[in-house]
Every structure is written in structure tokens, then in C-alpha cells.
């Protein structure tokens, strides 16, 4: 092996080592829901980081994730920030900032940089939001955020950016994902309430996400992926989020996906209504295009 090369990716498992370490040491963390990552012994020509919604964790993409490294790619799928609880119950959601997720996604990103020659950022959710902002801030090939939550589907745009300072001053709130179902909402590797705060975390992202001075790094290339049948956020509001990314100099399109479930979060496979065998191929298709 080039001697180059061991060194790039002892060091990228030396840096997902203190990861995992981290988990372990951390009795509050599910040790199924850590971290995961696959990364070969040469450096791939993409290494994706994909990042998981609100309220779920890594094991999101144990379908997903797979597949992309049975195609030739490294993979690294992070743990946000108290996420991945063993107590589905947890209240700790509620002390999320927004700089715990950012500080999160950096660091699978700089190691997503010794284990690939190109890195791409795909997101869902929360996750979608902060691989935009990530693509107004780091040199990394592609950013594909699907679904970003960057406003409500029921409010106005600009009245999205009131809600997310509200939801960050006032005091926490939970809300079930679903109140019919309450704490037997699917996934069992997810929590089936969130936190106000954390919705309000997710918000701030979006509001500074191109809050940047041109001419600093930023990714190539930003691909905005809507469900038109989203019921949770404001499609129109995230086109306006993303699209100053152009200002930056970043190549943006936007994708409009129909024929979908009316559903918001079309990643997981463990919810009943997903449809998987549609989104994963035009997903995979998005990160190999040159």
C-alpha cells in the first residue's frame, strides 16, 4: 500500500475509534445506535457521510449504507448529539444547539476527507439542514440535503425564522410524532416525541446557513431533494434557503420527487408507509453523478 495512503486511513480509524470510544464511555447511549462507518484499507473515490434526522440515529442508513459500499464507496454515518439514547424517553433533547450538530457533521466530514477522494454530504431532515450548511462552508464535493427542515409547511416563509427564535427562547416543549400511537411510534432505534428547542436548533441552521463571506471554502455542488407530497415542511421556503448557495459559488439544482408517500421522512425503512425501493436509487444516482 502507498505509504501515503495507510497513513490518510490510519488516521481517519484512529479518529472513528475515538468515536466509537466516545459512545462506549457515554452509559446513556444505546450501543447499537452509535456510530457506524465502512471504510476499506485504500482510499475510495467518494467517501459519503450521511447524516440522520431528528430524533433517529445511525441505524437509519443500515440499509442504505450497505449498499453504498458494496458499490465501491466509503461510508460514515455519525451520531448527532443526544441521539441514539438507550431511553427512548429521554429528555436530553431538549439541551441540543445548533453548534452540537455543526461541530458534529465537521468532524465526519474531515475524516470523510482521508478516507475518499471526493466527500459527499447527504442528509434527511434536521440532517438535510445541516448538509447545507456544511456545503456553504467546507470543501467537499457534493451536498445532497432531502426534505431540509427549514420551515413548517403550515407557516409562511418568513415567519419560519419567528418561529425558530421562539422555539429557542421559550421554555421546551415535547410533542409525540405521532399522538395516536405515542411511544410505540416506529423507529425503535428513534424517540417518538421531539424537543421545541431542538426544532428551534434546526431553524437557526437554516436562517445563517449562507451567512458566509464569498470566496471562503464551500462544496461544488448542492442538490436540494423535495417530496412534493411532504406534509412537514415548507418546500418553497427551502428552495429559498438553498438557493443562495449559488451566491457562493456552489453549483445548486433543486429535484422535485413525485409519486411518493405523503410523508416526510422517505429515508427510513422501518417506517410502514416508506418506499425505499424508490428513493434509494434516485439517492445513490445523486451521489455518483460527476
Known sequence: MNPIVHERIAAARARLAALAQADRDDPQIDPEH???????????PICVVLLHGLTNSPPQYDRLAPQLHARGHAVIVPRMPYHGYRDRMTRALAD????????????AVAIAALCGARVVVA???????????????????TAIAF????????????????LGTLL???????????????????????????ATRALGASLHISTVQCRVEPG??????????LNQNDPAINNAHAARR???????????????LRGLPKMH???????????????????????ESP
Open 216 to 225: 471562503g471554502p464551500h462544496a461544488r455542488r448542492a442538490v436540494l431533494v
Open 147 to 162: 426534505a431540509p427542515f427549514s420551515g413548517v409547511r403550515a407557516l409562511p416563509g418568513a415567519t419560519n425564522d419567528l
Open 168 to 194: 429557542r427562547a421559550l421554555p421546551n416543549t415535547f410533542v409525540w410524532w405521532d399522538p395516536r400511537v405515542k411511544e410505540r411510534q416506529p423507529p425503535s432505534h428513534g424517540y417518538p416525541r421531539f
Open 123 to 141: 442528509g434527511i431532515s434536521v440532517g438535510a439542514t445541516v448538509a447545507g450548511w456544511v456545503a456553504a462552508r467546507a470543501a467537499i464535493d
Open 34 to 44: 452509535g456510530a457506524r462507518w465502512w471504510v476499506g484499507d485504500d482510499v475510495a
Open 96 to 107: 441540543l444547539r445548533p453548534g452540537d450538530l455543526e461541530s458534529a457533521a465537521l468532524e
Open 265 to 287: 421522512d422517505v429515508i427510513e425503512p422501518a417506517l410502514p408507509q416508506a418506499r425505499t425501493d424508490l428513493v434509494y436509487p434516485r439517492l445513490i444516482a445523486l451521489i
Open 242 to 256: 438553498f438557493a443562495p448557495l449559488r451566491d457562493l459559488g456552489v453549483a445548486y439544482e433543486r429535484i422535485v
